[in-house]
């Protein structure tokens, strides 16, 4: 139970600097950095970052035999493309809309976990996943307006799709390489993928000035604690449970907003706050699926 609820605060964390890698990668967009650039360099530095990290501690940077080629699958063709495409629905709608249309990636993940042979959710973390939804969505239309064109309705649904296929991916993948390792692998072949798209589309672009590079540096930074964070807590908790703490995203989105942009404090965001919380706090306790807790550091 203590390691599962582990799991569950690695998620957490997760989700908070997930919600910072977007508030900074909207403000570095919105300054003219294309979206391509924006993402290849934020992987890279997550990746420089990782590595730094297990030369510190003298770890070793090779994954285990017969895992690291599905890693770069994963982070290339995985968690690549999911960027990609959340980013280029945030530029053709609100983010209210494209957050919404994208948290439906927990519902994907637990019928896909089911349809591939996982054990069903029990009753608890079906009604986890019920109230973290409804309090993502609480919060989410409480935030403003809900504009998106077919297009981004497009890359925000594919943006779900594929993060639910890289958790499930990695659910399956990761026995013996441990969290940290694994990070590394899946940011170094997303900026690869991402930089080799972004010459060939020539809008490979440097960041001009700190004004560009000081959101670029941050998402980042906060990247590489991100992929640690979810990959340490989906090994303990299952790809079903890890997606449905990740609907503390758009609660944490919501408070930076109210902390450090001045937004108002909705009704809707303290309601939706309060299931989002019910749900992911449930989901970290239940036992559902499978977890798969490595046997060297997180």
Do not use: H
């Not at 285990?64 to 890693?71: F, N």
């Not at 053709?92 to 349809?115: C, D, E, N, Q, W």
């Not at 990070?183 to 798209?197: K, L, N």
């Not at 303290?270 to 977890?291: N, P, Q």
């Amino acid at each position: 139970m203590r390691d599962e609820a582990l799991g569950g605060a690695f998620v957490a964390a997760s989700s908070i600097q997930f919600a910072l890698v977007v508030v900074l990668g909207k403000v570095a967009t919105n300054r003219g950095l294309p979206v391509q650039s924006l993402l290849a360099i934020r992987f890279a530095i997550a990746a420089v970052v990782l590595v730094f990290g297990l030369a510190a501690t003298r770890q070793t940077l090779r994954a285990a035999r017969g895992e690291g080629w599905k890693l770069i699958v994963l982070g290339s063709a995985g968690y690549g493309v999911e960027a990609t495409f959340f980013f280029l629905a945030i530029a053709r709608g609100t983010a209210s809309a494209v957050t919404l249309l994208f948290f439906v990636y927990p519902v994907i993940v637990a019928v896909s976990s089911a349809a591939l042979g996982t054990r069903v959710p029990g009753a608890l973390v079906a009604g986890s996943l019920v109230s973290a939804m409804a309090g993502a969505a609480l919060v989410i239309v409480s935030s403003g307006r809900l504009d998106v064109t077919t297009t981004g309705i497009a890359f925000a649904l594919g943006s779900a799709a594929m993060l639910s296929v890289y958790l499930l991916g990695i659910e399956r993948t990761l026995r013996r390489t441990s969290s940290t390792v694994a990070s590394m692998w899946v940011s170094a072949s997303a900026a690869a993928i991402i930089t080799v798209f972004a010459f060939s589309s020539g809008t490979a672009q440097w960041p001009a000035g700190a004004r560009q590079w000081w959101p670029v540096i941050g998402t980042g930074v906060f990247t590489s604690g991100a992929f640690l964070c979810l990959i340490a807590g989906l090994r303990r908790l299952g790809a079903v449970r890890t997606s449905i703490i990740g609907a503390l995203e758009p609660l944490a989105t919501a408070t930076l907003a109210i902390v450090f942009l001045g937004d108002p404090l909705r009704p809707g965001t303290v309601a939706g706050g309060a299931l989002i919380l019910a749900g992911a706090v449930s989901a970290s306790i239940a036992r559902g699926g499978t977890s798969k807790v490595e046997a060297t550091v997180p």
